[in-house]
């Protein structure tokens, strides 16, 4: 399967996990990004502590803020990384887990105003984040991939199946969606909410509490959209390939 910079994800308005991974991919090398050019705070964040909490089968990280900070969320097949813009006085740190997904936790102050959390993982997992604004923390939710899935409505429908192809068969995989449906929204989202990520469809969809979710496009190796894409009006212009070109025609 060819990964996608863009995903097209399926959202039920209702809907409380993730859904079917109708295409998987790869995990690759998160790319870093600059820090949001409007930060949602002028104010210096102090990262007062990061704490781990084994709630069995999931498992949960806290990140205890004195103030709001910008944040964004990324993973890997190895780790789970929270980066912390505006934000300052982490105490480097690791710190073992004994957890079925979790290997550890690391805490480490790059920059003065750049503090980054690994959530090392023991094999691939899915993660949701909240934000609670008093007091100030982000929570982190390590989910088994496993439970970060739910049934299908009527609305949507799945299949797998094989064809003959010169080389023998290889499967292809359908969707079926009615778009009347008020319950789904059909919408492009990009990998770590960036122009330059890379995560694999299945986190994505965690994320975005959707019910499924397609590879929806190409990138080069830096993580950038090959060609055009329009994300809510906005329109992002990334490498292209071979002499082709875009064009946008908004009526």
Not at 5 to 27: D, R
Not at 187 to 206: F, M
């Amino acid at each position: 399967m060819l990964r996608g910079i863009v995903v097209v994800i399926l959202m039920g308005v209702l809907a409380t996990g993730a859904g079917a991974e109708v295409s998987a991919s790869s995990p690759a090398r998160v790319a870093q990004a600059a820090p949001p050019q409007t930060p949602v705070t002028a104010k210096v964040a102090g990262v007062e502590d990061v704490q781990w909490f084994d709630e069995g089968k999931v498992g949960k990280v806290v990140i205890k803020l004195d103030a709001p900070a910008n944040f964004r969320a990324v993973s890997t097949r190895d780790y789970i990384l929270i980066d912390l813009w505006q934000a300052r006085e982490a105490r480097w740190q690791t710190t073992a887990v004994h957890h079925p997904y979790v290997r550890r936790i690391r805490v480490r102050q790059y920059t003065p105003q750049l503090a980054r959390v690994y959530i090392d993982l023991k094999r691939p997992a899915r993660y949701k984040t909240f934000v609670r604004t008093d007091p100030h923390q982000i929570t982190v939710m390590v989910i088994p991939p496993w439970m970060a899935t739910v049934k299908l409505p009527p609305s949507l429908a799945y299949e797998k199946f094989r064809v003959a192809t010169g080389s023998g068969t290889t499967a292809v995989h359908v969707l079926r969606v009615d778009p009347s449906s008020p319950a789904i929204q059909i919408r492009p989202v990009l990998a770590g909410d960036v122009d330059l990520g890379k995560e694999t469809t299945s986190v994505i969809a965690t994320r975005y509490d959707a019910l499924a979710g397609i590879n929806g496009g190409f990138f080069a190796g830096s993580g950038s959209p090959l060609g055009m894409i329009v994300i809510m009006s906005i329109t992002m212009l990334g490498y292209t390939i071979m002499q082709r070109r875009a064009a946008r025609w908004v009526r």
